[in-house]
Structures are given as structure tokens and as C-alpha cells.
């Protein structure tokens, strides 16, 4: 037996015994002297403007996506319009101050830069080539002293760049959007790079191409592949993304049509998630295989039923119209996507902003002359597309699909048995193209007409009789873009949790208030857009606040969700921490002036009065790694060319 000291009484060994004890079990649990201690959780928080970078740049997107790097204490946020990342100083966020601009014309000359993100002094960024259906390109810069570390090709038009949670791999999404013509048309894909050498990143492509062949099954499934497509032989050298052996069958290839937007990765880093917004759907991605494991449709919103109300109508003298469509979906289309992990299961969440694609429209001959190879327009006004004195100026593409007369007289129709609510006939829309009905929604001409078991379109004479030899369509659905909403997915896209008419319904409330004071209602600006002035209601026919940006934070054992609202402006904070069961906590707008045009305001210097227009990208920084120690929302608006950053005050 040991014989202790006698000055060590037996209480004392006790008490080194249970130090020792507690000690190895921090050790085991992670914890011990090198592991910050447990951070509190708020019951509740709010947010709290305390500084602004401003461009003084108006409307050309100078303010456009966030990153933040904890040991140089430094923001980089793409400017667009300058072709560069402004690289700010934000050791006081308060008075954040400008330090330079990193361009990309080293790296690309004539190149543009679409993202930013940063790990441990690592700065990735998306570079996009003079002409977009070219190769892009991922470059990496050191954050204390901004020298390049090393680049890599990618493929078309990267337009979002993350890393996984251990900082040894970037991925880009790759978006390959068309050319203006629609003649060029890159592959869509996503970039896997090994960046534990940054001077010599290694890149792997997830390619689409190996959905190549099944488009038929693909939209079965509700996924959106409906480009008008482009000769295989148009796209060789225009992207590094797919081998050009794989069969194409007629229209757009799966990869051509599938188009990449924002990506999330699972906390282990093995999974990505990311968007294909215009296709209504999120690509799977093994990272280790660098392989896309399953295209996952989202579905559709029916806003018919209670819970999934909107207001469709900017015309309807502004007043608030929130209620039931029955035979309006809603494609969520969400633009931003962001992932959490609860019990040990990843959750998505997704900002459901809406896109349609629309090429071609600046050029008048493709209307003009009706020529569909100068362009491709899918969305259009529901009174345009039943217009009962006959179609105006529609895309040529439309009046394909309509045949077998090249010009049909009259317009679409709309079934009776689902659209006789609002006044819908035989033969006639009736009333329900008027603007205080669905006559001003934006809507896809693309889907929603009745087929036949083949997917072909059924013909319809004027009297609304189906007949082989019709010329018009009747319409039983139409697809509006966008959600208006927020969602939560589970790993196999399957809807946990949607925000329904959540978000419309809170703007048109007496609890909603504007401004960084918050003193002016939301209501006498509801759905206004962000580049207007006193425009309550103009946003209402298209996609309304347009929820787009999205960033997730953890405090404590609790999960936030910070919502942009493109349009109305503003970040929605929702609790998120049950993902069955997510609930409001907050809404801060910044934009304190709304009556004047902001446009105006800019041109003599005013802009500042009239405060934030357009978040775009946001960026969560928590308080272990802020520069004033809280917990910090950093928003940059790309309407206003303002980087706010926020405080989250925490309430306990």
C-alpha cells in the first residue's frame, strides 16, 4: 500500500480524486482546458443593425455574398459591379473600413467573380470566364495577406463555392445557365476539389450526364427538363463538366437543363445538397465518389387548400387580397439552401424564391419576329395566355406547342371544372383573367395544359371541345414561381415543415414593423418591391417578398433560421431547433424611407437615408468567433450596395 503524505488529509484526496474524475470525463467528452466552455441558450433574441459598409453603388449589385474570416478579422464580399471582392476590415463591426478590392483578372483576365467563403484563413472563390458557357474557375487566396495560393478549372458559370465542415475539399455548383440565344448550352454540374494543397488543388466533377437518357422518367417524377435544347455539337469545348459520348435524346439533354444554384453539406462532410432551381428539384451528391446519386423533386404547393393562401394581383387597388387559388401550385424552386443536424439526422432548409427562365427577351426580333432561335421565354401572364381576342406577343415556342396552326387565333383556355370559381366557360376564361382575379399572375406556359397519356397536348377548339384538329389549349393547373415561403427537408427531399402563407399573411399584419427603428407599419408597404418607391402591392403578381438568402446559426442547444426577403427587404429569424415545429422569433427591415424612389435618391446622393434594398447573401458569424464577442448577421444587399451587419441580442 502507498503511503500518502501526512499533510494530505483523506478529504483532501477525495476532492483530487473527483477533480481527476471530472476531468477525464471533459477529456472524453471533448471538453477539458483547450474546449470553450458550453454556451448559454437564449430563450429568444432580436436583431440589431450596428454597422454598414456602403458603395454608394445603386442597383448594379455591389453588395452581393458574405464571407467572414474570424482570424484576420476580415469581410470579403463579392462586388459585381466592380468585377472584384471588397475586402473589408470588420475588427470593429461597428465602423467596418474598406481595405482593397481582390480581382480575378490574374487568375482570368475579362473574368467576373459570382461567390466567396472562407475557412481558417482559406478564401475560395467562384470565378466566371468573360463568356459564361466557357469554363470557370475556383481560386484560392490566403485572408491575412490576400496572395494566391493556387486555382483550378471548373465547369460553366460557377456560381456558388462552400467548403466541407473540415476545410479539406471546395465544391462549386456549376450552374451552365445558356447563352442569350439559347444556342450554347453548357452542362450543369458540381466541382469537387482537394485543397489540403492549396497551391495545387485537385478537382473531380459530379456530372450530371449520368441522367442523360432518362428525361422522360426524370419528368415523370416531377422534375423540370423542358429547355427547348441545343445541338450536342453546340456545347463541345464550352465546359469541362461531360464526356460528349453520352447519349442525347431530343430537346434538352438532363444535363444540359439541369442547372446547379446554391449547395448545402451534411456535418460529416460525406453529403451535398444542392439546388437546381429552375428545375424545382436538389441533386444528392456523394463527395467521395464524386458522384450525383439521385435528383430529388420537391413538388408542389396547392395553394387551393387553407395554409397556402397568396395574393395574386398588383392591380386590384393595392388592396391586400390573401386567399385560396384553386388550381394555382406553387414550384418551390428555392434558391438558397443551408443544413443542420438534429439527433444525428441532417435537415435542409430552403429559401423558395422562384425562377423562370427567360432568354432572349431583350432581343426584339425573338417576339417580333417570332423567330425560337433568338431565345426561350416561359413565363407570362395568365391574361396573356388566355387572352380571349386572340394572342399578341407570345413566345414562339408557345404557339408550337399550341399547332397545328402556326398563329392560333385566339388564346388558351381554362378548364371550367377547376377555374369556374372565378368565372371560367366553355370557350371563355371568362373573368378570370380580370386584374383583380389571376389575370396579373406570372405563370409558366411550359406545364399545367391537359395532355395526353403520352404527355402530349389535347386540342381544344373555340368552343372548348376537344378535337384533333383545335388550336387551343386548355389549362386545368398553372404554376406560379416560387413558394413564397420557407421549407425544411428531410435528406431524401421529403417536406418536413413549410411556412405556407406564413410570411405574406406576417407582412399584412398590425404586428409587422419597418425600418431599423421600427416605427413604420408593414402594411402600407406590403409586397413592395425593392427598387420602388410607395409600390405597396406591386410584387404581389409575381413572387411576392421573394425569400432568397438563407443562413443558419446555433446558439446553445437552439437552431435559428435567418430568411432574406429579396423584394420586401429584411431578415424573418425563425427558431428552427424542432424542425416539425419551427416558430417566428423575429423581423428586422432596414430600409427606413419608403415613399421615395430610391433610384432618385441615389442620383443625388441620398441613398443612405433611404437604408438597405435587396439581401442577397447572409452569413451567421457566432460569438466565439465575432470580433466584439456577440453573435453577428452579416447581410449584403445587392439593390443598395450595402454590407449591414447585424447584432443578435440574446435574450435568456
Known amino acids: 500500500m502507498t503511503k500518502r503524505p501526512a499533510s494530505f488529509p483523506r478529504t483532501g484526496l477525495n476532492l483530487l480524486a473527483a477533480a481527476l474524475a471530472a476531468a477525464a470525463l471533459l477529456s472524453a467528452c471533448g471538453g477539458g482546458d483547450d474546449a470553450p466552455p458550453p454556451e448559454a441558450t437564449p430563450a429568444s433574441l432580436s436583431l440589431e443593425r450596428i454597422g454598414v459598409f456602403r458603395t454608394n453603388q445603386y442597383g448594379v449589385s455591389a453588395a452581393e455574398i458574405p464571407a467572414f474570416d474570424a482570424a484576420s478579422k476580415r469581410l470579403f464580399v463579392v462586388n459585381a459591379q466592380a468585377g472584384m471582392i471588397d475586402v473589408i476590415d470588420l475588427s470593429n463591426p461597428a465602423l467596418p473600413r474598406f481595405i482593397t478590392q481582390l480581382a480575378s483578372n490574374t487568375v482570368l483576365a475579362g473574368s467576373s467573380i459570382n461567390s466567396v467563403a472562407v475557412f481558417n484563413g482559406l478564401v475560395a472563390v467562384a470565378i466566371q470566364a468573360p463568356r459564361k458557357t466557357d469554363p470557370g474557375r475556383m481560386a484560392l487566396y490566403r485572408a491575412s495577406d490576400l496572395s494566391l495560393l493556387g486555382t483550378a478549372t471548373v465547369g460553366a458559370q460557377p456560381d456558388m463555392v462552400t467548403f466541407t465542415p473540415d476545410g479539406r475539399t471546395v465544391l462549386t455548383a456549376n450552374e451552365g445557365e445558356p447563352s442569350?440565344?439559347?444556342?450554347?448550352?453548357?452542362?450543369?454540374?458540381?466541382?469537387?476539389?482537394?485543397?489540403?494543397?492549396?497551391?495545387?488543388?485537385?478537382?473531380?466533377?459530379?456530372?450530371?450526364?449520368?441522367?442523360?437518357?432518362?428525361?422522360?422518367?426524370?419528368?415523370?417524377?416531377?422534375?423540370?427538363?423542358?429547355?427547348?435544347?441545343?445541338?450536342?455539337?453546340?456545347?463541345?469545348?464550352?465546359?469541362?463538366?461531360?464526356?460528349?459520348?453520352?447519349?442525347?435524346?431530343?430537346?434538352?439533354?438532363?444535363?444540359?437543363?439541369?442547372?446547379?444554384?446554391?449547395?448545402?453539406?451534411?456535418?460529416?462532410?460525406?453529403?451535398?445538397?444542392?439546388?437546381?432551381q429552375e428545375n424545382n428539384a436538389l441533386a444528392k451528391v456523394d463527395i467521395a465518389t464524386a458522384t450525383v446519386t439521385d435528383i430529388l423533386p420537391l413538388g408542389l404547393k396547392n395553394h387551393g387548400t387553407a395554409g397556402n393562401e397568396l395574393d395574386v394581383s398588383d392591380r386590384d387597388g393595392n388592396t391586400i387580397n390573401i386567399r385560396t387559388w384553386p388550381g394555382v401550385f406553387g414550384m418551390f424552386q428555392p434558391d438558397t439552401i443551408a443544413s443542420y443536424t438534429v439527433g444525428g439526422r441532417t435537415f435542409l432548409v430552403t429559401a423558395n424564391e422562384g425562377d423562370a427562365r427567360a432568354w432572349g427577351e431583350g432581343n426584339p426580333a425573338y417576339l417580333g419576329t417570332q423567330n425560337p432561335a433568338l431565345g426561350f421565354v416561359e413565363e407570362l401572364r395568365v391574361a396573356a395566355l388566355v387572352r380571349p381576342a386572340g394572342w399578341q406577343v407570345v413566345p414562339p415556342q408557345l404557339r408550337a406547342v399550341a399547332g397545328p396552326t402556326p398563329t392560333p387565333v385566339l388564346g388558351a383556355l381554362l378548364d371550367p371544372a377547376v377555374f369556374g370559381y372565378c368565372g371560367a366557360v366553355a370557350g371563355s376564361p371568362g373573368t378570370c383573367n380580370a386584374p383583380d382575379q389571376l389575370g396579373r399572375l406570372m405563370i409558366t406556359w411550359t406545364q399545367g395544359f391537359r395532355t395526353d397519356a403520352q404527355g402530349m397536348p389535347l386540342r381544344f377548339t373555340s368552343a372548348g371541345v376537344q378535337h384533333p384538329a383545335g388550336d387551343r389549349l386548355m389549362y386545368n393547373r398553372l404554376y406560379s414561381y416560387g413558394a413564397r415561403s420557407f421549407s425544411i427537408w428531410d435528406e431524401n427531399g421529403k417536406l418536413v415543415w413549410d411556412s405556407g402563407a406564413a410570411i405574406e399573411n406576417f407582412l399584412a399584419s398590425a404586428d409587422c414593423r419597418l425600418g431599423s427603428t421600427r416605427n413604420i407599419p408593414c402594411v402600407d408597404f406590403f409586397n413592395s418591391g425593392h427598387n420602388e418607391g410607395n409600390a405597396k402591392d406591386s410584387r404581389s403578381d409575381a413572387k411576392g417578398p421573394e425569400p432568397e438568402g438563407v443562413a443558419v446559426g446555433t446558439i446553445g442547444s437552439k437552431t435559428f433560421a435567418f430568411i432574406g426577403l429579396e423584394r420586401m427587404g429584411g431578415v424573418l429569424v425563425y427558431d428552427i431547433t424542432n424542425p416539425s415545429a419551427p416558430f417566428r422569433v423575429d423581423y428586422l427591415n432596414t430600409r427606413d424611407e419608403w415613399t421615395s424612389d430610391p433610384a432618385a435618391a441615389a442620383a443625388i446622393g441620398g441613398l443612405a437615408t433611404i437604408g438597405d434594398l435587396g439581401p442577397e447573401g447572409?452569413?451567421?458569424?457566432?460569438?466565439?468567433?465575432?470580433?466584439?464577442?456577440?453573435?453577428?448577421?452579416?447581410?449584403?444587399?445587392?439593390?443598395?450596395?450595402?454590407?449591414?451587419?447585424?447584432?443578435?441580442?440574446l435574450r435568456f
Request: with cysteine.
Open 618 to 649: 447572409l452569413v451567421f458569424v457566432p460569438a466565439r468567433q465575432s470580433p466584439n464577442g456577440q453573435p453577428l448577421l452579416i447581410v449584403s444587399n445587392e439593390v443598395s450596395g450595402t454590407t449591414t451587419v447585424l447584432r443578435l441580442n
Open 180 to 276: 442569350d440565344d439559347y444556342q450554347i448550352d453548357p452542362d450543369g454540374s458540381i466541382s469537387i476539389i482537394d485543397v489540403s494543397n492549396p497551391a495545387r488543388p485537385v478537382v473531380r466533377t459530379a456530372c450530371l450526364c449520368t441522367f442523360n437518357g432518362q428525361e422522360d422518367t426524370l419528368r415523370a417524377r416531377g422534375i423540370r427538363i423542358y429547355g427547348p435544347g441545343v445541338p450536342a455539337s453546340q456545347g463541345i469545348g464550352q465546359e469541362v463538366a461531360c464526356p460528349r459520348d453520352v447519349p442525347r435524346g431530343p430537346g434538352a439533354s438532363a444535363s444540359q437543363d439541369l442547372e446547379p444554384e446554391s449547395i448545402a453539406i451534411s456535418a460529416d462532410g460525406r453529403t451535398a445538397w444542392v439546388t437546381l
